[in-house]
């Protein structure tokens, strides 16, 4: 070799070496909650946790660590928080839309937070119903491959039975999208819900994507509370809240809990509200892509949202409300659900105007407490049901138009039943019955 390129040839290795180097000390590597505070004001930092389990025990604000610096990237795989619960009562009840406790609110534009898990410790409810793991109101977010596992709520094993918010009811959510949020992303996000809480929620923000997310809960049949010796359902003589029905859940007149019903112990999988924010900002369409929901309330409801959503190659198992909940302009495409608990498609809204529907119903069979395939009001639709095997579903399966059966119950205040020009194409043995 010359000794021109060999000198060449250092000159390169050290040149090499100095941009690895400087990329190296580029990312600021930390090793504790501390640090990571003081970096969440920072702008254009890229940062790395050292991997390892952190308690999160303290906290000098009802957000616990507030990420308000613009373009950062925070990288926290392999690391977990235990997030002791009696930390959200330190700060009392704290009012206004902003009074919600959470852990990580990522505030600022541009930021990239990606690898966290997460479990809620110890036996303490808060203080107050509004909780949640992560708050995203920032634009251009990308919440990325975190993994909560959601607890602390109160009273925990009675579902929507004994409220929604207030009174007694202490929820822990999971995630909440909210305004001023615009084009934030959720990407290979799991949710463990063993609370009482929404997984995953919409509120005011715009152009949400929600993809590659996977959502969990706990189901249960009325007939093992009925058989509680103590307890809140046992003090209170198994009388929930009066009425006839209850979230996916039929009641005596007099809030009598019934045996053989099948309740979701948290609320819905994937969720759009019809706004958020200080000035109550319609909350945009929204898109899910290649989710899953299992054993919650609802699996995916956009029925709420005035947006027109899209959702795309997802499947909802095990349902105790409703499988996809939909609404004025909402698409399913390649969707899936089954109908043990509840109805797999609930369009309820006589309000609703031409949805489109592509939904596979899969095996429905040793199901409880449900006869219902899909409820449809509303005008305009375009839906198609199909099964890959008709003995997945009992023979004495319905397909409800013009309807208050089901989820659709909460319609009755509006008049009578109403449903117009809908084109439906069922390939199921399920019959269709209109009035």
């Given at each position: 070799m010359?000794?021109?390129?060999?000198?060449?040839?250092?000159?390169s290795?050290?040149?090499?070496?100095?941009?690895?180097?400087?990329?190296?000390?580029?990312?600021?590597?930390?090793?504790?909650?501390?640090?990571?505070?003081?970096?969440?004001?920072?702008?254009?930092?890229?940062?790395?946790?050292?991997?390892?389990?952190?308690?999160?025990?303290?906290?000098?604000?009802?957000?616990?660590?507030?990420?308000?610096?613009?373009?950062?990237?925070?990288d926290?795989?392999?690391?977990?928080?235990?997030?002791?619960?009696k930390?959200?009562?330190?700060?009392?009840?704290?009012?206004?839309?902003?009074?919600?406790?959470?852990?990580?609110?990522?505030?600022?534009?541009?930021?990239?937070?990606?690898?966290?898990?997460?479990?809620?410790v110890?036996?303490?409810?808060?203080?107050?119903?509004?909780?949640?793991?992560?708050?995203?109101?920032?634009?251009?977010?990308?919440?990325?491959?975190?993994?909560?596992?959601?607890?602390?709520?109160?009273?925990?094993?009675?579902?929507?039975?004994?409220?929604?918010?207030?009174?007694?009811?202490?929820?822990?959510?999971?995630?909440?999208?909210?305004?001023?949020?615009?084009?934030?992303?959720?990407i290979?996000?799991?949710?463990?819900?063993?609370?009482?809480?929404?997984?995953?929620?919409?509120?005011?923000?715009?152009?949400?994507?929600?993809?590659?997310?996977?959502?969990?809960?706990?189901?249960?049949?009325?007939?093992?509370?009925?058989?509680?010796?103590?307890?809140?359902?046992?003090?209170?003589?198994?009388?929930?809240?009066?009425?006839?029905?209850?979230?996916g859940?039929?009641?005596?007149?007099?809030?009598?809990?019934?045996?053989?019903?099948?309740l979701?112990?948290?609320?819905?999988g994937?969720?759009?509200?019809?706004?958020?924010?200080?000035n109550?900002?319609?909350t945009?369409?929204?898109?899910?892509?290649?989710?899953?929901?299992?054993?919650?309330?609802?699996?995916?409801?956009?029925?709420?949202?005035?947006?027109?959503?899209?959702?795309?190659?997802?499947?909802?198992?095990?349902?105790?409300?409703?499988?996809?909940?939909?609404?004025?302009?909402?698409?399913?495409?390649?969707?899936?659900?089954?109908a043990?608990?509840?109805?797999?498609?609930?369009c309820?809204?006589?309000?609703?105007?031409?949805?489109?529907?592509?939904?596979?119903?899969?095996?429905?069979?040793?199901?409880?407490?449900?006869?219902?395939?899909?409820?449809?009001?509303?005008?305009?639709?375009?839906?198609?049901?199909?099964?890959?095997?008709?003995?997945?579903?009992?023979?004495?399966f319905?397909?409800?138009?013009?309807?208050?059966?089901?989820?659709?119950?909460?319609?009755?205040?509006?008049?009578?039943?109403?449903?117009?020009?809908?084109?439906?194409?069922?390939?199921?043995?399920?019959?269709?019955?209109?009035?």
């Amino acid at each position: 070799m010359n000794a021109i390129l060999k000198g060449l040839l250092i000159v390169s290795t050290i040149v090499n070496t100095w941009f690895a180097i400087a990329a190296s000390d580029s990312v600021i590597r930390i090793r504790s909650i501390e640090e990571l505070r003081e970096l969440a004001a920072r702008d254009g930092v890229t940062v790395k946790m050292e991997p390892g389990v952190y308690r999160l025990d303290d906290a000098d604000d009802h957000h616990f660590i507030r990420f308000t610096g613009d373009g950062s990237h925070y990288d926290l795989s392999g690391v977990t928080f235990e997030i002791d619960n009696k930390l959200f009562s330190k700060f009392g009840v704290v009012p206004g839309k902003d009074g919600f406790y959470c852990v990580i609110d990522l505030i600022g534009d541009d930021i990239v937070f990606e690898g966290l898990t997460t479990r809620n410790v110890g036996p303490e409810a808060s203080v107050q119903s509004r909780n949640k793991i992560f708050n995203v109101v920032g634009s251009n977010v990308e919440l990325r491959n975190v993994d909560i596992t959601t607890s602390g709520s109160s009273p925990w094993g009675y579902g929507s039975l004994y409220g929604l918010g207030g009174g007694d009811v202490r929820k822990m959510n999971g995630i909440r999208v909210g305004w001023p949020a615009k084009n934030s992303k959720l990407i290979g996000c799991h949710v463990h819900m063993r609370a009482m809480g929404h997984a995953i929620f919409v509120q005011g923000a715009e152009d949400t994507l929600i993809e590659d997310c996977h959502v969990d809960g706990l189901l249960r049949p009325t007939n093992e509370i009925l058989l509680e010796n103590s307890g809140y359902a046992y003090d209170r003589d198994f009388k929930a809240r009066t009425g006839t029905y209850v979230e996916g859940v039929y009641v005596g007149l007099e809030g009598e809990i019934l045996p053989d019903e099948m309740l979701a112990l948290s609320e819905d999988g994937i969720r759009m509200y019809g706004h958020g924010g200080e000035n109550n900002h319609p909350t945009g369409a929204t898109t899910v892509r290649n989710c899953t929901v299992r054993k919650m309330r609802r699996g995916i409801c956009t029925g709420l949202g005035p947006g027109a959503d899209v959702v795309i190659n997802c499947e909802v198992t095990e349902c105790a409300a409703a499988g996809f909940n939909i609404g004025d302009g909402d698409t399913l495409e390649n969707c899936r659900a089954d109908a043990k608990y509840a109805e797999a498609l609930s369009c309820p809204y006589y309000g609703s105007r031409n949805a489109k529907v592509e939904l596979e119903i899969l095996d429905s069979r040793n199901g409880l407490a449900n006869t219902v395939l899909a409820t449809v009001n509303g005008k305009g639709h375009d839906i198609k049901l199909s099964t890959a095997k008709s003995d997945f579903l009992p023979k004495d399966f319905t397909i409800e138009v013009a309807t208050n059966k089901g989820y659709a119950f909460y319609q009755k205040k509006r008049g009578e039943p109403f449903a117009e020009e809908i084109v439906l194409e069922n390939t199921t043995p399920a019959m269709v019955v209109k009035p």
